[in-house]
């Protein structure tokens, strides 16, 4: 996210460790998260008329079932009682018979299939629904990374930026990418020195060079580093 300052300390001024020092708008999350929630509930309300609408084909098919079962045996004992009837009838009711056995296998096979599709898609549902959970959760996250606090004792000091192609401090109303320095805080548990060499014993300093100071205000002390 791109995100616009609304708050910031005041330069030069003094803060403390955990001093809130500068506040982004959140908007652009928020409105993330509704988007997310409002997808959680759509897919919510979708998973459950699956569910229902399943349900149905299923109670469906096993009344099929029910009702082929019953054909079935219906039809098993009349081929009983027909073992001494004419060919004919005997090749009816065996025909029946088949078809009623055919349609015992085809409803087990329907509810079977049905509910196979149903925790398929209700698992597909279920791990979309805690994706977007996921987001939900990195966005709260991202919420805590809209207010900036100090973490040491310091004074706010603002370098310069660019901002298309001028050169300028960050103010209030400015979108920063995330990432991007836009206020200093230094540590003054250290001190630094700036001083002027003559160019004739400038190559011999480098990084790392021992240094032992001298002040002309205070001759007694004696500063190295």
């Keep these: 996210y791109e995100r616009q300052l609304i708050e910031v300390w005041e330069e030069g ?10 506040r982004f708008d959140p908007a652009p999350v928020f409105l993330h998260m509704q988007t997310l929630t409002n997808t959680i509930l759509r897919l919510t309300n979708d998973y459950l008329a699956d569910r229902v609408d399943f349900d149905i084909k299923i109670y469906n098919f096993e009344v099929e079932w029910s009702n082929a079962m019953e054909r079935l045996k219906m039809y098993e004992l009349s081929m009983e009682t027909l073992k001494f009837e004419s060919e004919f009838r005997k090749a009816v009711a065996e025909a029946q018979y088949r078809q ?15 509910k196979y599709q149903k925790d398929y898609l209700g698992r597909r549902r279920l791990g979309w ?13 991202y ?19 660019t901002f298309g192609g001028m050169y300028r401090k960050a ?4 979108f920063l990418e995330y990432g991007r320095e836009f206020m200093r805080l230094p540590a003054f548990s250290t001190s630094v020195v700036r001083l002027y060499l003559e160019e004739r014993v400038i190559n011999r300093v480098k990084p790392g060079t021992p ?9 007694d002390a004696k500063l190295s580093g």
């Design 13 to 22: 001024k003094r803060v403390s460790k955990g001093d809130l020092i500068a």
């Design 100 to 114: 009623a056995k055919l349609d015992v296998d085809n409803a087990k096979r329907r509810i079977e299939q049905t």
């Design 129 to 141: 629904i805690r994706y977007q959970w996921e987001l939900v959760a990195r966005d709260e996250g």
């Design 143 to 161: 919420l805590k990374q809209y207010e900036v606090a100090a973490a040491i004792d310091s004074i706010a000091v603002y370098p310069l930026l």
């Design 171 to 174: 103010a209030i109303g400015d």
């Design 211 to 219: 240094a032992r100071l001298k002040l002309r205000s205070f001759p």
